[in-house]
């Protein structure tokens, strides 16, 4: 690279490589000078933009309810309890309410009369380009799933809001995507 210019931190790239790529990760090695002048290595995963759907329901006392998703994750070895999330490597040209409107009927089954899009979340921003859109979804009709090839172990539960509280509560719920998004809907009083 010739003449570089410093980013916005102060950070300057010397130089860039790709270590890895796949159809949805690619992994980027700059060497960089920081601010302090001092050289290094960075490693950066670069994926697409995806979405985060919190699927709020009433029950038949009207009371709101949750619906979560239980899955496999093969990097830890454990299943989890999360919000309905993905994204969509092979249209790279849908809006996120599009992602985030498939993504709810695939994994629940679930159609929403109204998307609102509460806000973005960086996951892992010290290693990670991803940028995640929060979304609530409410007016919510059952439908069947459309699971994709390997997302067959996924099972689709409601909840009442004051039990995925408490699962919170006690370190049930671990997926820090779903934390998130939980935390941002309920700071901006929309659950």
Known sequence: MTNPVPDAGGYLV?????????????????????????DGLYGVVERGQFVVILP????ENGKPTITLI?????????????????????RPDATPAEVAAGELREETGLSAGAMHH?????????????????????????GATQLEETEQD???????????????????ITCMVTLAAFGLLKAQNLI
Not at 56 to 59: E, P, Q, S, V
Not at 77 to 89: A, I, V
């Open 70 to 90: 239980n899955q496999y994750r093969y990097p830890i070895g454990q299943r989890l309890w999360e919000l309905p999330m993905g994204m969509w490597e092979s």
């Open 14 to 38: 010397l130089s860039t490589r790709i270590a890895y790529e796949n159809p949805w990760t690619r992994v980027r090695e700059d060497i960089i000078r920081r601010p302090n002048g001092k």
């Open 118 to 142: 509460a806000g973005i979340v960086y996951q892992g921003a010290g290693y990670s380009t991803q940028k995640g859109h929060v979304y609530l979804a409410t007016d919510l009709t059952q």
């Open 154 to 172: 996924i099972t689709c539960h409601t909840f009442s809001l004051e039990k995925v509280e408490d699962m919170i509560r006690k370190n049930e």
């Open 56 to 59: 709020l329901g009433r029950d």
